[in-house]
Each structure stands twice: as structure tokens, then as C-alpha cells.
């Protein structure tokens, strides 16, 4: 369990208060973990200690004025502020403060730390699902991956249907953090909705890598059993 240091809220800024708690050593460990991330962006702040800072700032004015105000500098700064907008929980203001977040998403952590927080973005999906098909369609690499895991985190429960899938399938690019969310997506619709998913694999309607990288992490998974492991195994090609 990690605790915030003592810090005076009325004397330091938001900035201020990620660098006291600081750590070279994660910084340099989440360098590699993210890599094109600019080293001197990193403070090394780890998650459990923003999430207890989140959850402190929460309806304050200081969180309001943080979200305001973008750019960030650092990619700790990012990944709090993913964190604030997942306390939005009216939908549409969710989406108006996201829209302005998302062009400073710069690396796979703060995009699915972001959309993970983001519970309001499966609370109405008759105005979510717009914005997500056109983030599917983005230029943008991390809008693009947004949109397919804000469906992974949150419309394949309940709230799934099969046409989510085919705007997962229909996404073609050559980055490698929007193929492995794609792969990502499919394996974790085959834990969750196996019967309706498997069809994609036995009629090899996905690329070949994004097939193969899907049955993986699906056989890898420890809410797949081992008979339709075994199953899945046969479908490689």
C-alpha cells in the first residue's frame, strides 16, 4: 500500500505535488515500458499514489483548473488527468473534456489508464458509440486505440453487440499499439461472449496476425477452460 507524503495543498500546485512524489527509479522502469515517451517527462510517479491524489483533488477547484489546462508537461501529469475524468460521471461532460484530452495522448499507459477511469462512457451508449466509431477511424494512434479499448472496458458486458466487433475488425493500420488493442479486444470477447466471437476465427475473417496474436492471449487467459483452449489452438494458421 502506498500513502502520499505529507504535502501542503494550500502552498503547492498540482505540479508540485506529483514531483514530491517523484521516483527516479520507476521513472527510468516506465521509460522502457513506454517507449518514444520523452525521459524528461517522466517523474516516476507510480499509480496507486495518483489514483490516492485523484481521488483527494476530487470536486475540488484545483482538479477543475487542472483539467483545463492542457497541455501537460509531464506524462505523470497525463495520467492524473485521465484519472480526474474518470470522476465525470455526467456522459456528456465526460466526452466534452475527453475531446480536448485526447490529441495530448501520447503513449499506450495514459491511453488506457484514461479509458479504464472512464466509467461514464458506458452509462449512455446511444451518445457514446458515435464518438467511438469516429475515434476508430482517427489518424491519430491513440485516439484510435481509445476508442478500441473504451469497447473492450466497457461494452462487452451487458452493453455488448456484435457490430462492436466489426468496427474493432475493420480497423487496419500498421501501428503496433492499435493492432495489440485489437488483439487485446477479440481475445477478451472470446473469454466473454465465446459462442458469438469464435465465428471470426473459424471463418478467418480477421488478418492473420491479429488472428493468431487473439487465439494466444485467449489460450492464455485463465477464464477459458482447456477444452475450448485446445479448440482455439486448432484454429491457428
Not at 469497447?151 to 499499439?177: C, I, K, T, W
Request: with cysteine; proline share 5%.
Amino acid at each position: 500500500m502506498f500513502s502520499l507524503r505529507p504535502i501542503n495543498r494550500q502552498t503547492m500546485t498540482i505540479t508540485e505535488q506529483l514531483a514530491a512524489l517523484s521516483d527516479a527509479g520507476n521513472a527510468l522502469f516506465t521509460a522502457k515500458l513506454t517507449p518514444g515517451i520523452d525521459p524528461a517527462t517522466l517523474l516516476g510517479c507510480r499509480i496507486p499514489q495518483l489514483r490516492q491524489l485523484a481521488r483527494r483533488l476530487r470536486g475540488s477547484s484545483e482538479a477543475a483548473a487542472f483539467i483545463a489546462a492542457l497541455p501537460h508537461r509531464y506524462h505523470d501529469e497525463n495520467n492524473l488527468h485521465g484519472l480526474l475524468l474518470g470522476q465525470i460521471r455526467d456522459p456528456q461532460q465526460a466526452l466534452t473534456a475527453l475531446e480536448r484530452f485526447l490529441p495530448c495522448i501520447d503513449n499506450w499507459a495514459t491511453c488506457d489508464i484514461t479509458a479504464g477511469s472512464m466509467t461514464a462512457l458506458g452509462r449512455d451508449p446511444g451518445l457514446v458509440m458515435p464518438h467511438i466509431e469516429r475515434w476508430l477511424t482517427a489518424t491519430h494512434t491513440y485516439t484510435v486505440r481509445f476508442g478500441i479499448v473504451t469497447l473492450l472496458g466497457h461494452y462487452l458486458g451487458e452493453r455488448f453487440e456484435p457490430r462492436h466487433a466489426a468496427l474493432v475488425a475493420a480497423v487496419q493500420s500498421d501501428q503496433y499499439y492499435i493492432n495489440m488493442a485489437r488483439a487485446w479486444y477479440f481475445s477478451t470477447a472470446l473469454v466473454k461472449h465465446y459462442d458469438t466471437i469464435l465465428p471470426w476465427f473459424t471463418e478467418r475473417r480477421l488478418d492473420r496476425w491479429t488472428h493468431n496474436k487473439s487465439l494466444q492471449k485467449a489460450r492464455e487467459s485463465l477464464r477459458i477452460d482447456a477444452e475450448r483452449k485446445t479448440a482455439l489452438q486448432q484454429l491457428k494458421y
